[in-house]
């Protein structure tokens, strides 16, 4: 693979936000906790589980509102199905609500196809429609809130690592020797497609990290964007939905029983 002919990326870390450029594209990191104030299109703050609900039903996404130097001061809740009502939380809908660039739950998944770090094994989503629920996170290793998933993401992968039915696949941008750097750090348990471009182009990922669930129809039924404290609960409830398992599989977490902070 001749790397000297391939776009490189630059980055920059300015105010605590991080941008990468590539082709005049910027793309952001960015992430929500506990600590962070999350409002309705009415400018009521609402509560983290109405926040939880909202986004594990795929309609809805959140954006960051920033002030006048930049940085940002709490985001806002918006729907991006029209068609859903929601009674007790007012979204205002827009079709910029979503910082993944327009995926949306029901949508027919991009294509892809990628070799893992080891340039032998080929993950290839046609293979996979019908036979396995694809669990993507697209990551860069310079990514905060990427890097602060890593181990939620890990527990995750190891729930489910022995069924046959779901695969988990980690595209990104780096060239494999940034992952392999990264790796010695931050072990990831996924199957990382290094220098994934047709991944990251086919699925507009530009707002890191990047979450997305497909199930075995080929359709995507979970998509977010941007750190999400608790995402591996969330991405957990999913799975188990499209797996049909209703019964405990117990904590998460298991050297601790609770959630990771």
Known sequence: MIK??????????????LHAQK??????????????????????????????????????????????HGNIVEYLLVRCDKKDNNTK???QSSTLCAPNNGLYVGQLAPDFSGKDMSDTTTYD??????????????????????IKEVPKLNDLQKRYKDRADVVFIAPTFEFAENVDSFLI??????????????????????????????????????????GLDGIEYLLD?????????????????????TKRD
């Open 89 to 91: 939380i007012n979204f």
């Open 185 to 226: 750090a931050h072990p990831f348990n996924y199957a990382i497609l290094p220098e994934a471009y047709e991944a990251i182009k086919n699925y507009r990922a530009m707002s890191y990290p990047l979450n997305i669930i497909i199930g075995f129809d080929g359709r995507i039924a979970y998509v977010s964007a941007g």
């Open 125 to 146: 989503l046609n293979y996979y429609k019908g036979r396995k629920i694809v669990v993507l996170c697209f990551w860069f290793a310079s990514c905060p809130p990427c």
């Open 23 to 68: 082709q005049n594209v910027t793309r952001t990191a960015y992430s929500v906790d506990e600590n962070s104030i999350i409002k309705d299109s009415t400018g009521r703050q609402i509560t983290k589980i109405e926040f939880y609900e909202a986004v594990v039903s795929g309609n809805y996404q959140f954006k960051p509102v920033k002030d006048k």
């Open 237 to 257: 409830r999913k799975i188990k939905d499209l797996l049909g398992i209703t019964k405990d599989l117990g904590p998460l977490h298991p050297e601790s029983g």
């Open 4 to 17: 000297h002919l391939l776009p490189f990326i630059l980055f920059a870390v300015l105010s605590g936000k």
